[in-house]
Nanobody, 125 residues
């Protein structure tokens, strides 16, 4: 297993929740890590990404100001802190990692070589 995501659940609108992703093996040396999500009957979409340095984080417009993506390189984990959740945030959330030595933050899922299994978030209104 390269990436393992956990922390999803059922919450009410306005609540906060934290997703975590643990990297192991080759994925643990990835420079760029990201979160994507896929709602039912919708295409997968980019949520947030962070490089190894922690700077130049990139967020989707729909989550900017509400979500943050801190990472702990010593523990090989990346977190998605989600605040003020909305029903439209309901989706299966995936963490992803680019291949080693790739340093550019990308929003295109095809740029990511490693994927976690997904964790479901449901936000009720």
């Amino acid at each position: 297993v390269q990436l393992q995501a956990f922390g999803g659940g059922l919450v009410q609108a306005g609540a906060s929740l934290r997703l975590s992703c643990a990297a192991s093996g080759r994925a643990s040396s990835s420079n760029v890590m990201a979160w994507f999500r896929q709602a039912q009957e919708k295409e997968r979409e980019f949520v947030a990404a962070i490089p190894w340095s922690g700077g130049n984080q990139v967020y989707a417009e729909s989550v900017k100001g509400r979500f943050t993506i801190p990472r702990d390189n010593a523990k090989n984990t990346v977190t998605l802190q989600m605040n003020n959740l909305k029903p439209e945030d309901t989706a299966l959330y995936y963490c992803a990692a680019r291949g080693p030595h790739l340093t550019v933050v990308r929003t295109d899922g095809n740029a990511y070589a490693y994927w976690g299994q997904g964790t479901q978030l449901t936000v009720s209104s």
